[in-house]
């Protein structure tokens, strides 16, 4: 089993921070894509 961290932002800047981050504890990490129409926000 692994636990995979998960990256959900709406901007560039945060996205970059967390990925930076996550990549001190991790060789993967999840990112979810919303179009603003499926997933409103």
Do not use: E, H, W
């Amino acid at each position: 089993m692994r636990i995979v961290p998960a990256i959900l932002t709406d901007k560039l800047d945060d996205f970059r921070n967390m990925l930076d981050i996550a990549k001190g504890f991790t060789d993967y990490v999840q990112v979810d894509f919303m179009d603003g129409v499926f997933v409103p926000s």
